[in-house]
């Protein structure tokens, strides 16, 4: 079978370091997550304000672009630099999960498509988050490299965009949609497996071989059916144990305001008692 190979490799920042450039819980680690958490609950904090920003469209449609770009710049960047190992570009279709999550982004940002959120809110806010801690592919590119930052807005924008819309939209998840991922990952799965089959090299879902950093997929079976099969296991647990976790926020939550009303109306009632009190004195 024919293949395209690298042939612009170039060193510099749109480039390459050497492995171990980045290393897991360094600085170049945390500090991009803490900023990040910031980012979110400042989001949370101000969300009336921002949810009556005349203007408030243009936040997403700058997310939207953004997240575009961003996109985009890692094909434009491919196409420079190359594979550090040479490589082929046909293991680089746009047939990831974080790929799938960053498209299906851009629609919800500027359609605000509720079947969008529902599937993003599933796969971001569970799958999405392991890049976050075991950033796998970006071992050769630290801070000084622009993979590095690439890497982290790919993967930002999308679980920003699910907790942005939770809450300054008011969207909701409910486990009645836990089935709505699976409508995408279950064929592109199939699809992943038939490209990584015939395609040297290719590694779509992780289905084809380990990474170069540590992750999840380098303790899987060699099997790939069998491999699929304990990811599928694996999404399902995530999402059930995430839509638990939705739940017990929102009772928690309903209980903390109902015992905030319930003071208030015993305040209320205590001012009263005085109040009659004083008349009868």
Not at 92 to 108: A, D
Not at 126 to 146: E, K, S
Not at 226 to 237: D, E, G, N, R, T
Request: overall charge negative; some cysteine.
């Amino acid at each position: 079978m024919p293949t395209t190979t690298s042939e612009f490799y170039s060193e510099g920042f749109l480039g390459y370091g050497e492995v171990g450039d980045f290393k897991y819980w360094s600085a170049a680690h945390i500090i991009p997550l803490v900023l990040f958490i910031a980012i979110i609950v400042l989001t949370y904090i101000f969300r009336d304000k921002i949810k009556n920003l005349k203007h408030e469209n243009w936040i997403r449609y700058i997310l939207a672009f953004s997240m575009m770009f961003n996109e985009m710049s890692f094909y434009w960047r491919l196409l420079y630099a190359g594979n550090p190992d040479g490589g082929n570009f046909l293991n680089h279709f746009p047939i990831q999960v974080c790929t799938i999550s960053s498209i299906l982004t851009v629609f919800l940002l500027t359609s605000e498509n509720k079947h969008i959120f529902d599937y993003l809110g599933f796969v971001c806010l569970t799958l999405g988050l392991i890049p976050f801690f075991t950033p796998a592919v970006i071992v050769r590119t630290g801070p000084t490299y622009y993979r590095y930052y690439q890497f982290f807005f790919e993967h930002m924008i999308p679980v920003y965009s699910v907790f942005y819309f939770m809450f300054v939209k008011g969207y909701k998840m409910s486990i009645k949609n836990i089935w709505k991922p699976f409508v995408l990952l279950v064929p592109f799965g199939i699809i992943a497996i038939i490209l990584n089959h015939n395609i040297e090299g290719a590694n779509y879902f992780y289905l084809g071989h380990d990474t170069e950093g540590a992750s999840l997929a380098n303790i899987m079976p060699d099997n790939v059916y069998l491999k699929a099969f304990i990811y599928f296991l694996v999404a399902i647990s995530l999402f059930a144990i995430e839509i638990g976790i939705y739940y017990l926020v929102i009772y928690l939550n309903n209980k903390f305001k109902k015992e905030e009303i319930k003071e208030d109306k015993e305040i209320i009632n205590n001012e009263n008692y005085y109040d009659n009190i004083e008349e009868k004195l």
